[in-house]
């Protein structure tokens, strides 16, 4: 067990600590559904993803898990209010269309919302920014400027006064890096931001 | 793994139909109709507890032959890629069972059967029945093995439909559905194919209203029924991929001969169809499919709700015959209706045709799906309680 949770990404480790046992939870871009997988066994969780990476989706099945294949982008509109104890946006929330009606959309199906995001303002892209003069590649945002899936880039405290003006409480965020917690300067240091929000 | 490889190496072997014959059945129209006889095979071995009986159903031109060889023929079932031990159907773990629809024409009970009371083929006298009824006939074969409950049904376009309701009106005798490339009812589009067909064998000369049965058959009209079926099965780019423009080489050309290698599969496909199908078992089910509403003009989420069963939706991407936003709409409901769904859209290139096509994808999805119910069902007794 404790092996175990060492070999868990820490972003999914924060995200499993969030989640209280046994709740449902709906998985934005569940990816091959890592995550989902963990929340289902460590967490009695009852778990559904939404993919649209249809090789992705044949992970996702081979684990057990319910998925749909389809866009998050349009596909939360049939879910009634409130009908998921979380939604989960896990580094996909970037990489979506519109952000906005995603995330509202999110909080009303979900009583919570957890949303992990890359930290555009971590201070080694603001060198590479700043001293080279080039679009960032950091650990967090790995990609090349040509071949990057991500379509916002946004920063811990760009989240932060976005949920401030549209009054979503935020009932807690982590910030982390590689492999530990990141409570100094955290929209400096921190590569990830994971936020847990509610309206 | 291709095909053939599959083919060889996990076939069932050689098979028997064997039938089954009840009293009658009350049909939807309110009219109790029999005896009625359904033709089925089986494959694999039903385990004591009976809880491992996976029921295929067939589509429109299917029969109950999924599997495996009949005695001294080299043809393979239908489905046999999908049905044997290791494949998604794995006859090593499950015990498969698929039957000839009420109304069919190989084996069960059909406008082509003979009517006791006349002696003589039923033709037009045979009741008009619905996906409903086929499905409750069904119900009476798993009576019959003493199955209580499914561990699946199973089937692709009409055979989905049958899949659908057996999910809303009886889901207490499966525990998971597996509907692909299917609709919960047919759009106008579907309907107007079906009715090409149903005219051209109504307009054949010897159709005669359906007495053709000591005569020559419609087989012209039932050909060209054939015809336009196969047109809609295939993609754009599937029937490029196979026919291009090439021609058939020695034929004179402006005579209206097959000229062009599709129109020679064509009839070809439509002629082999009429040695094995019989014409009015084609008008009765073509209606039956058309007329069939899963949710009956309620809402499919309302027919959906309070029922446990698990549910796997498979659609294809170049299927313009029953298009994924079909299969999305049988999703939606289950997701509005707390069910358990996993849905999955294959991409593919062969159109409506690829529920029969793309082995390894529905493959990994059914099997996995299946593994992970029948497990859950083996660990606690009754899954979904």
Not at chain 1, 57 to 68: H, M, P, Q
Not at chain 2, 113 to 131: Q, R
Not at chain 2, 190 to 203: D, K, L, P, T, Y
Not at chain 2, 365 to 371: A, C, N
């Amino acid at each position: 067990m404790n092996m175990a949770r060492k070999e868990v990404q820490l972003d999914r480790r924060v995200i499993l600590d969030l989640v209280k046992p046994q709740s449902s939870v709906l998985d934005l871009g569940c990816g091959t559904g890592d995550l989902l997988y963990l929340l289902i066994k460590e967490k009695q969780a009852r778990g559904q993803g939404i993919e649209i990476d249809d090789q992705a989706i044949y992970k996702c099945v081979a684990k057990g898990l319910n998925v749909f294949h389809g866009d998050i982008d349009s596909g939360l509109a049939e879910f009634a209010d409130k009908s998921f104890d979380y939604v989960i946006l896990n580094q996909s929330l970037q990489q979506i269309y519109h952000v906005e009606k995603v995330l509202n959309d999110a909080l009303r199906v979900g009583k919570k919302v957890i949303v992990g995001f890359p930290n555009f303002a971590y201070y080694k892209a603001r060198r590479q920014m700043f001293f080279n003069g080039r679009a960032p590649v950091t650990g967090s945002l790995p990609y090349q400027w040509y071949e990057t899936p991500n379509l916002h880039f946004l920063s811990i405290y760009d989240f932060r006064s976005y949920c401030c003006l549209k009054e979503i409480n935020i009932e807690s965020y982590i910030c982390i890096g590689d492999k530990y917690r990141i409570k100094f300067l955290p929209n400096l240091f921190a590569q990830v931001g994971i936020f847990l929000i509610s309206k | 793994m291709t095909k053939e490889k599959l083919n060889q190496n996990n076939s069932v072997g050689v098979v028997k139909t064997q039938s089954f014959t009840f009293d009658f059945l009350k049909l939807e129209s309110g009219q109790k109709f029999g005896p009625i006889t359904l033709a089925y095979e089986t494959y694999g071995i039903l385990n004591k507890e009976k809880t491992n009986a996976a029921f295929i159903v067939h589509a429109l031109s299917g029969d109950a032959h999924a599997a495996g060889v009949h005695e001294g023929q080299n043809n393979p079932g239908w489905w046999d890629d999908l049905i044997g031990p290791g494949k998604a159907f794995d006859t090593d773990k499950y015990f498969v069972i698929c039957s000839n629809i009420l109304g069919g024409c190989k084996g069960s009970t059909g406008p082509s059967s003979i009517n006791p009371k006349t002696n003589k083929p039923y033709a037009l006298d045979f009741p008009l029945f619905s996906i409903n009824d086929i499905v409750n006939a069904q119900v009476h074969l798993i009576d019959h093995l003493g199955i209580d409950k499914l561990l699946t049904v199973s089937g692709g376009s009409m055979g989905g439909q049958q899949v659908l309701s057996w999910l809303i009106n009886h889901p207490n005798r499966i525990h998971s559905a597996i509907p692909i490339a299917t609709t919960a009812k047919h759009s106008p589009q579907q309907i107007a194919f079906n009715e090409v067909g149903r005219q051209a064998i109504m307009a054949d000369e010897h159709w005669k209203s359906g007495n053709y049965y000591d005569g020559t058959t419609p087989s012209k009209g039932l050909a060209v029924a054939r015809m336009i079926g196969h047109i809609t099965y295939m993609s754009d780019s599937s029937m490029a991929e196979k026919f291009g423009r090439a021609k058939k080489g020695s034929a004179e050309p402006f005579k209206f001969t097959a000229d062009f290698e599709v129109e020679g599969y064509l009839r070809y496909r439509g002629d082999n169809f009429v040695k094995r199908f019989d014409a009015n078992s084609y008008l009765y089910i073509t209606k039956a499919m058309d007329n069939f509403d899963a949710s009956e003009g309620k809402p499919l989420e309302k027919v959906l709700s309070g029922i446990k069963t698990k549910v796997l939706v498979i659609s294809f991407k170049s299927d313009w015959l029953y298009p994924a936003y079909q299969s999305k709409e049988i999703v939606k409901a289950c997701k509005l209706a707390g069910l358990e769904t996993t849905y999955c859209e294959i991409d593919s290139t062969y159109g409506h045709d690829a529920f029969l096509l793309e082995v390894e994808e529905e493959t990994h999805l059914i099997k996995h799906f299946l593994k992970k119910i029948f497990y859950a069902y083996e660990v606690t007794g009754e899954y979904g309680a």
